[in-house]
Each structure stands twice: as C-alpha cells, then as structure tokens.
C-alpha cells in the first residue's frame, strides 16, 4: 500500500513562510510527477506546482516567484518553500503523486495539511 503524508501546515502572518514536506511510502516502483494542490473554502482543489522525476517544475500564476517546489528522489519526498504569504494562499494543501505501485500506474492523494494565513 502506498502512502502520502503531509507535515509543515500551519498559522502564519501575512508576509511569513512556511515550509510543506511529503513523503511517500510504501510498495512504490516509480514516481513520476510529484505537487501540490490546494482547496480553499467554498472553492474546488487548484494545482500549485508540480515536478516531474528530472526536475523540470510547473507553478501556477498566484504562486509563481513566492512558492519554491523541491523533491529528493532517492527519499520519496517533495516539499514546498512557501515564501511572501497572503490572506488567499489559506486552505488545505494535498500533497499529489503519480507513481507505480508495483502495478497500474496511478494518482495518490495525501490527507492535506491545513495553510492558514491571518494577522
């Protein structure tokens, strides 16, 4: 069985940073593209950024120039730099993978982790 799991979430001031991490865990053969996506209240799940397994990165428009995609390959994990934040990056972030599980090749979900920015 594979595994998601997200940690860095938190409450943070317009302006901080916070830094997400995911690890994925379990029978994986392959991981393809990892990311992050996002859902805020009221609001349907949006991509933040992706990274494939060489590195090339992908980053929506609101993020780009604030938020930093990593991933270290040989530990199965992607993070997120989160720099600059605003009132409009609070919601739940999901950790996203597309790998191979010893089998069909799919779409891994995390159980998010709670973003909240507030003065």
């Known amino acids: 069985q594979v595994q998601l799991v997200e940690s860095g979430g938190g409450l943070v001031q317009p302006g901080g940073s916070l830094r997400l991490s995911c690890v994925a865990s379990g029978r994986i053969f392959s991981i393809y593209a990892m990311g992050w996506y996002r859902q805020a209240p009221g609001k349907q799940r949006e991509l933040v950024a992706t990274?494939?397994?060489?590195?090339?990165?992908n980053y929506a428009d609101a993020v780009k120039g604030r938020f930093t995609i990593s991933r270290d390959n040989a530990k199965n994990t992607v993070s997120l730099q989160m720099n600059s934040l605003n009132f409009e990056d609070t919601a739940v972030y999901y950790c996203?993978?597309?790998?191979?599980?010893?089998?069909?090749?799919?779409?891994?979900w995390g159980q998010g982790t709670q973003v909240t920015v507030s003065s």
């Open positions: 996203n993978a597309d790998l191979n599980p010893f089998g069909a090749r799919r779409n891994f």
């Open positions: 990274i494939t397994s060489g590195g090339s990165t």
